[in-house]
């Protein structure tokens, strides 16, 4: 089955930094990928998405970087702001297939 | 208006007992799904649903069961409730295929 992991589970950043939270996935197969950002009490909400033949794609605030060579997918967040602070997960989908996720990391803005 | 409601929010109930967590959308879209997301906030995927299939993650027990009145509706019962199955479950729908939009979550407790 897929997996999808993360590489750490907490990330604290500066109010006005850049963050970038890391995921690897480890099937070579997945032709969609998702970050989603839950904040507490929430369900997950949509952020942005790629698929697999592109390499980057820009929101706003936010980038997603995809490197299908080494099965890894990275979420920018450009000016950290308070508002930010929350679990965001990767999420993997080969087709029509179910939307598999990572484990998750927990990002905390100080101020 | 909410595009995907779960009703109850909250629910504690005593091992043994029967319940249902109803999940209605109003996007128009094809296909339900539930998920649970454990006290570690890994999520994963229980059910997916649509007017024509069925898939049940193997790993989930058969005390749990969907039931779709109509395409807008997935209702999850689970039958003779145990203390693992604590925790916070999620409806959401998509287009098919397409992103996810998950509702707000139920969380469950069992004593």
């Known amino acids: 089955g897929e997996s999808v992991g993360l590489h750490l589970p907490t990330l604290s950043v500066q109010e006005g930094d850049n963050s970038i939270i890391n995921c690897a996935y480890s099937?070579?197969?997945?032709?969609?990928f998702i970050w989603y950002k839950q904040e507490s009490g929430k369900g997950p909400q949509f952020i942005i998405d790629?698929?697999?033949?592109?390499d980057k794609r820009q929101g706003q605030r936010v980038t997603v970087l995809l490197n299908k060579t080494v099965k890894h997918l990275s979420l920018q967040i450009a000016a950290t702001q308070p508002g930010d602070s929350a679990v965001y997960f990767c999420a993997e989908q080969t087709g029509a297939n179910n939307l598999f996720f990572g484990t998750g990391t927990r990002l905390t803005v100080i101020p | 208006d909410t595009a995907v409601s779960q009703t109850p929010k909250y629910l504690v109930t005593q091992m043994g007992n029967d319940k249902s967590i109803k999940c209605e959308q109003n996007?128009?879209?094809?296909?339900m799904y539930w998920y649970k997301q454990d006290s570690k906030k890994f999520l994963k995927i229980m059910f997916s649903y649509n007017n024509k299939e069925l898939i049940i993650n193997e790993t989930v027990p058969n005390r749990f069961s969907p039931k779709s009145p109509d395409k807008a509706h997935l209702n999850l019962h689970i039958n003779s409730l145990e203390l693992g199955d604590s925790a916070v479950y999620f409806c959401?729908?998509?287009?098919?295929?397409?992103?996810?939009?998950f509702g707000s979550g139920t969380r469950l407790t069992v004593v």
């Open positions: 996007l128009g879209h094809d296909t």
């Open positions: 099937n070579s197969a997945s032709d969609y």
């Open positions: 959401a729908s998509s287009p098919a295929p397409g992103g996810y939009t």
């Open positions: 790629i698929r697999s033949n592109m």
